[in-house]
């Protein structure tokens, strides 16, 4: 995950982010990350927009 290796790398050093995607797709989401140490957690909502099999 990216927030895990910025925080391991030293490039996020605040405990908790907001991250936003998909505004050009008119598909807005959110991504909540909190680090506990450099454990980090991650949350928000999510939406089925696709849904299928994949035959391996």
């Known amino acids: ?3 895990g290796y910025l925080r391991l ?8 982010y907001v991250f936003e995607q ?7 989401g959110r991504v ?3 680090f ?10 999510a939406r089925i927009s696709l849904e299928g099999r994949l035959r391996v």
Do not use: I
């Not at 998909?22 to 807005?28: I, K, S, V, W």
């Open 1 to 3: 995950m990216l927030a």
């Open 9 to 16: 790398t030293e490039k996020l050093v605040k405990d908790s």
């Open 22 to 28: 998909g505004h050009a797709l008119r598909r807005e």
């Open 32 to 34: 909540y990350v909190e």
């Open 36 to 45: 506990e140490g450099e454990r980090p957690w991650v949350g928000g909502e």
